[in-house]
């Protein structure tokens, strides 16, 4: 019998014989931080449905507890008393149970997206049970490390936090000194340039500072030799031979990340805002506000962990497809050998 031929955007397998050929220009090449997110968006939308299953896997808890919780919300907010009752039930969740969960699914959804990665190539099914068999045995390694990443990133973030509040208020209380009282137009323009110059450059210190830690879970799933510890040594293996490039995808990473959450964000919220126009109109602003502000603002974060459910494959895709790309400037890595041990494994 024939073998029988498959071409897509992505790839070339024939079926027979089983071979399958990488055709991503970031592994065939050092690609640019915008070339690595074009790939990574346009291999999400081939390959949409199994890389949406497993946002959908990870994150409908959140979702499911979002939504029972609006059926409190409605019936809690009609006085001041329940309402109090309610914001204790939010609060409580929100420390034990929307923390921690999104702590451990954003390195699990990150996991299973790269191994997702490796296994639809090779026509392998994209099955939750599939997901964690490949996983269960790195599991434990990939917590461990991503604790001990989580500590140093909030170390990290605590003192560029401060940092630039304290440039915040440095500038706040400079211009004015430097500039007086006759210009406050000047005082405002001086004020608010350099905030804009300030943040870009806090922005640039903060993804120097973090992109370390960028491709940790990637390096825990794919090299089986590398422990929870030794995964930051390698990281830094691999970023510091192309640390300028890393850099600069973390920020081209960030930025398309903020445009997209944000457009998303805005674009809920105005259609929350209808809905509380609508409301406003037939039953009296106060009502907005007194009764059904609360319901409002939990489907308003139900529909944006949906919108997160939805955006952040392609995200860590790209953080998946840089890890590829690191290691082949550093090593001249073949992912077509990588994919075919995949396959054979």
Request: glycine share 4%.
């Amino acid at each position: 019998m024939e073998p029988q031929a498959r071409t897509s955007d992505w790839r070339i397998s024939t079926l027979g014989t089983a071979i399958i050929q990488s055709r991503f220009r970031a592994l065939q090449r050092p690609a640019t931080p915008f070339e690595l997110m074009d790939d990574a968006v346009s291999y999400y939308r081939e390959n949409f449905k199994p890389l949406f299953q497993i946002s959908m896997w990870v994150y409908i808890p959140p979702v499911i507890v979002s939504i029972l919780m609006l059926l409190p919300a409605v019936t809690l907010s009609r006085t001041p008393e329940t309402a109090v009752l309610f914001n204790l039930l939010d609060l409580a969740l929100t420390l034990f149970f929307y923390l921690p969960y999104f702590l451990v699914a954003s390195f699990v959804h990150s996991a299973f997206t790269t191994l997702a990665f490796q296994m639809i190539p090779a026509g392998e099914p994209i099955t939750l049970k599939a997901l964690w068999e490949r996983l269960r045995p790195r599991f434990g390694t990939l917590v461990l490390n991503q604790i001990l990443a989580f500590a140093l990133i909030s170390v990290i973030g605590g003192v560029l936090a401060l940092g630039f509040v304290l440039f915040l208020f440095g500038a706040a209380f400079g211009v004015p000194a430097i500039v007086g009282t006759a210009s406050p137009t000047l005082t405002l323009v001086l004020f608010f340039s350099l905030l804009t110059v300030g943040t870009i450059a806090f922005l640039v210190v903060a993804a120097m500072a973090l992109v370390w830690f960028i491709i940790l879970p990637q390096i825990v799933v794919l090299e089986p030799n590398v422990d929870a510890v030794a995964a930051f040594s390698r990281a830094v293996e691999l970023i510091r031979a192309n640390y300028k490039h890393a850099v600069l995808c973390c920020l081209a990473f960030w930025g398309v990340y903020a445009v997209f959450s944000i457009s998303l964000s805005v674009l809920i919220l105005l259609i929350f805002g209808l809905v509380g126009a609508l409301i406003a109109v037939f039953a009296g602003a106060e009502s907005v506000l007194n009764r059904w502000f609360t319901p409002l603002a939990h489907g308003y974060e139900a529909a944006s962990y949906i919108a997160y459910m939805v955006l952040m494959p392609a995200m860590y895709l790209t953080s998946t497809l840089l890890y590829f790309d690191l290691r082949y400037r550093r090593e001249g890595l073949d992912v077509y050998e990588v994919l075919q041990k995949s396959k054979s494994g």
